[in-house]
């Protein structure tokens, strides 16, 4: 989720696997028992979720780009306040109920941490105070019009380019209370996905990305956490460098692999437990890539052949829902009925089937980025605007009593040209 390249490079990864190619052996998951402690179940009469992703990394969708330029800081608060408030009252008018907030899209915040300096989104300048809380800001504004905020991170990105002048930037902060951890921990630091990244074979790593949750959660009446779908970022050309953590800590497994993906359970397992601790009345819920397993690599796959969580972020996330460590999960189902490699109405059915025996409940998130954009691989998404796509997928959702809700990918997209059909549709079928 996260930038919307990175979901294009995610899909263009999504190519069918080998025929020759022979499934990894030691890497079927057996299946763990339920959770003897099962989270809370909902309401049965509660609505169900209608959520957007609302991105803050590189401005996707908020703040507004123009609003960083201005000289005067009392126009620039005006400016970014005034557009959140204006983006609120449409998603009110659309029916949306749930905003997923990005409060840390890199290494930095959008709140007054003491962890993190301030994200260089809203000034420009990493560690600028802004003279508001965003944060704060939009719970406010949110909870006024009756609509629920959970708090996004992505956990372990520290930077989203390499570029000589972000790790100048970065430096800069060193004088700064809280500075960056690039400068703080260099040791930390892996560079993956040509992006700068924490390493999270490192325990102290996963302890710091708790405290900076607790963080949060202790300070503002969030409704919610969530994890996004980067936890291992590396790319074929651009692999994270941890053979030395490995050496370190990974005494115990024979394949690094396996190691990776206990150290993202370790993590999810850290956080949920804290959440709880702190405030049992938060949500906390993970927003994978929508194909956890292919089943021609694990019989307990779902029948596709795209880039695998389990496989390709080493996040077992299949796992995680049977041990009752989220309340929810959002897989990302970013594709139409059409695509065979990874059909929509396969991938909603088979997390139906995970979540079943559980207490976690289940979002999906729906490509609405893709809404009217041409596509030689996926038309289906131009028919009528993207309308008759888009009802297919709500359609089962509502259809089927495991799935709980449907969230957008993302809020900028719906004041796009090509989705505005779309949108009027969203309008009729949720709006109030």
């Known amino acids: 989720m996260s930038l919307k390249k990175s979901v294009v490079l995610f899909a263009t990864a999504l190519l069918l696997v080998s025929c020759s190619s022979k499934p990894p052996k030691s890497l079927v998951t057996p299946l763990p028992p339920v959770s003897k402690q099962p989270l809370p179940a909902t309401d049965k009469n509660s609505q169900p979720v209608r959520g957007v992703w609302l991105a803050t990394v590189s401005r996707l969708d908020w703040p507004p780009v123009n609003s960083v330029n201005v000289s005067s800081a009392d126009t620039r608060i005006r400016m970014q306040q005034q557009a959140l408030i204006e983006k609120l009252d449409k998603l009110k008018s659309l029916g949306i109920n749930t905003v997923f907030f990005q409060v840390k899209p890199d290494g930095t915040a959008l709140w007054p941490s003491k962890i993190l300096p301030w994200s260089d989104t809203l000034t420009g300048t990493i560690g600028q105070d802004p003279g508001y809380d965003p944060l704060q800001f939009v719970l406010d504004e949110a909870h006024k019009r009756g609509m629920k905020v959970h708090a996004w991170f992505n956990p372990y990105r520290v930077s989203v380019n390499t570029q000589p002048a972000t790790i100048a930037a970065l430096n800069r902060t060193l004088p700064l209370h809280p500075a960056s951890i690039f400068v703080l921990h260099r040791d930390w630091i892996r560079t993956a996905g040509d992006r700068l990244v924490l390493d999270p074979g490192i325990p102290d790593v996963r302890d710091w990305i708790t405290s900076i949750v607790a963080e949060v959660v202790t300070h503002y009446p969030v409704d919610g956490v969530q994890f996004d779908d980067y936890f291992y970022t590396e790319t074929p050309g651009s692999q994270l460098n941890d053979n030395q953590t490995f050496q370190q800590y990974g005494k115990g497994f024979s394949a690094k692999a396996d190691w990776r993906r206990n150290n993202t359970l370790l993590l999810i397992e850290q956080v949920s437990r804290t959440i709880k601790q702190l405030k049992p009345g938060v949500e906390f819920g993970v927003s994978p890539a929508g194909v956890w397993r292919n089943r021609s690599f694990d019989a307990a796959g779902s029948?596709?052949?795209?880039?695998?969580?389990?496989?390709?972020?080493?996040?077992?996330?299949?796992?995680?829902?049977?041990?009752?460590l989220l309340d929810y999960i959002a897989p990302q189902i970013y594709w139409p009925f059409s695509r065979s490699a990874a059909r929509y109405d396969v991938l909603a059915k088979w997390w139906s089937d995970v979540v079943k025996p559980t207490h976690t409940r289940l979002y999906i998130g729906i490509a609405l980025y893709k809404v009217g954009e041409p596509s030689k691989m996926e038309p289906d998404w131009m028919v009528n605007g993207g309308v008759t796509e888009l009802k297919k997928q709500l359609d089962l959702n509502e259809s089927l009593p495991q799935i709980s809700g449907t969230i957008l990918f993302r809020e900028d997209y719906l004041?796009?040209?090509?989705?505005?059909?779309?949108?009027?549709?969203?309008?009729?079928?949720?709006?109030e």
């Open 415 to 431: 004041n796009r040209p090509q989705t505005q059909q779309a949108v009027n549709y969203l309008r009729e079928r949720w709006g």
């Open 303 to 324: 029948d596709t052949r795209g880039a695998a969580a389990y496989d390709e972020s080493f996040a077992d996330t299949r796992r995680w829902v049977q041990q009752g």
